[in-house]
Each structure stands twice: as C-alpha cells, then as structure tokens.
C-alpha cells in the first residue's frame, strides 16, 4: 500500500550514544525526531537564521568573526553564516553521527552541500558540553540551537549547558567582546539571571515572531573585556 501524502515516510532511523535518533519525510518537509520528541524541520528557518544574525550584529564590527554554532540539524544556522561572506570560521559541533551522514551524503545534503563545500567551515563530532570544557580553540560568537531552549533540554545532560559550570565554559570559548547566543522556545528570566551572575553582561532576550503561538526566542550576551 502506498503512504498517503500526510502520513510520516521514515528515512532513517538510528539508537546512537543518546537514544533513538530519526530521520523521516511529512509530505515536502524533512523532520528530525530524536527518542520520540519532535525537534526540527525543514519548513521555515527563520528562527535558525535569526539567531546567526542576532550573533553578529551584537558583535562590535570585527572583521571575519569566527562562529561556533552548536547542533547541525536541518542545517539552517550553518547554510545561513555560509552564505554570509562577513563570517569567517565556521565550525559545527554535532553529536549524532546519524545528522552528519544525513547532510554529507543523505536527504539533508540538498539544504547545506553549498556549506559544507565551503572552506570555512568544519564539522565536529562530538558533544558540545565536553567540546566547550575541552577544546583550546576560541570563536567570536558562539550560537547554540541543540535543545527547544535552556529550560526544555533534549537530554538531561544538554542541562549542564545551561547551569553556571556549562555558561562558564561558553565564556572560555569566546573571545573578549564575543556573543553568546541561545535560541529558546520561550523567555527564560531565570536563565537570563544566570548568564549574569555568572559574568556576562548586555543581557537581552530578542523576539521572533511566529505563525501562532508564544514567539520563539533568542538569548544573547556579551563575555566582558
């Protein structure tokens, strides 16, 4: 029997180091399930997009900032700081294996082949949380799209991201003057206490607008120096 147009096709479906990963067709759009819980699609983008700009205009005009977005995904955030020649170094730090065959070589590959030819930028396996406590390299802005906000985490360990210890390592990784920038489902007040407490200042959250609904959210802030 052949699937109707608006029943759910599974492309992909993989139990990696963090649970049960999926890759499946609804219709024109592809949608990344991870253990049961919806993450992203391919329908809009406008968030993902939103938050690389939101990182580089909060910057002080530096030239050729580098960027380190947290969470492939559909590839938004990274086709959208490709397609901007005023960004330097790209670096993408995924953790599923399964999300970067599906760009390098799967149905993904149509949104961000463009991206990932580009020289500028480099795909990371691994963990953010260990890649932010661990690496010695250092971005001017730092975009993080890796949970439906701080307090709506895909696993509980992303929770440690979020907490005065992961925030503390986000500023290390960022140069003086660089961008902290959380995408978020919703206002966070409780979170936005903690980035400061923890050092970061011109604290702001900045609205996207959304078809229906509460609308999406981006969290920036500023390392000091």
Same mark, same amino acid.
């Given at each position: 029997?052949?699937?109707?147009?608006?029943?759910?096709?599974?492309?992909?479906?993989?139990?990696?180091?963090? $649970?049960?990963?999926?890759?499946?067709?609804? =219709? #024109?759009?592809?949608?990344?399930?991870?253990?049961?819980?919806?993450?992203? !699609?391919?329908?809009?983008? +406008?968030?993902? +997009?939103?938050?690389? !700009?939101?990182?580089?205009? #909060?910057? @002080? =005009?530096?030239?050729?900032? @580098?960027?380190?977005? $947290?969470?492939?995904?559909?590839?938004?955030?990274?086709?959208?700081?490709?397609?901007?020649?005023?960004?330097? +170094?790209?670096?993408?730090? /995924?953790?599923?294996?399964?999300?970067?065959?599906?760009?390098?070589?799967?149905?993904? #590959?149509?949104?961000?082949?463009?991206?990932?030819? !580009?020289?500028?930028?480099?795909?990371? /396996?691994?963990?953010?949380?260990?890649?932010?406590? /661990?690496?010695?390299?250092?971005? !001017?802005?730092?975009?993080?799209?890796?949970?439906?906000?701080?307090?709506?985490?895909?696993?509980?360990?992303?929770?440690?991201?979020?907490?005065?210890? =992961?925030?503390?390592?986000?500023?290390?990784?960022?140069?003086?003057?660089?961008?902290?920038?959380?995408?978020?489902?919703?206002?966070?007040?409780?979170?936005? =206490?903690?980035?400061?407490?923890? $050092?970061?200042?011109?604290?702001?959250?900045?609205?996207?607008?959304? #078809?229906?609904?509460?609308?999406?959210?981006?969290?920036?802030?500023?390392?000091?120096?």
């Amino acid at each position: 029997m052949t699937a109707s147009y608006d029943t759910p096709v599974v492309l992909d479906r993989r139990e990696g180091p963090y $649970g049960e990963i999926v890759l499946r067709r609804h =219709g #024109a759009l592809l949608q990344i399930i991870a253990n049961g819980c919806f993450l992203m !699609d391919t329908s809009d983008g +406008r968030s993902e +997009r939103l938050l690389v !700009d939101a990182a580089l205009g #909060a910057l @002080d =005009g530096r030239p050729e900032p @580098d960027v380190l977005i $947290g969470g492939l995904g559909v590839g938004f955030s990274l086709a959208h700081a490709a397609a901007d020649p005023r960004w330097g +170094r790209i670096t993408v730090v /995924e953790r599923e294996r399964a999300v970067i065959d599906w760009h390098r070589d799967g149905p993904l #590959a149509e949104l961000t082949a463009q991206a990932l030819a !580009d020289p500028r930028t480099a795909i990371v /396996e691994a963990d953010l949380i260990g890649y932010v406590n /661990e690496t010695s390299a250092t971005f !001017d802005a730092l975009c993080l799209d890796i949970d439906n906000g701080p307090d709506w985490t895909v696993t509980e360990d992303n929770e440690g991201l979020y907490d005065p210890a =992961g925030l503390a390592s986000c500023a290390r990784v960022l140069r003086p003057g660089g961008v902290l920038a959380v995408w978020s489902a919703q206002p966070s007040p409780e979170f936005e =206490g903690t980035l400061r407490n923890v $050092g970061f200042q011109q604290v702001r959250t900045e609205e996207i607008p959304v #078809a229906r609904g509460v609308p999406d959210v981006v969290h920036l802030a500023v390392r000091p120096g």
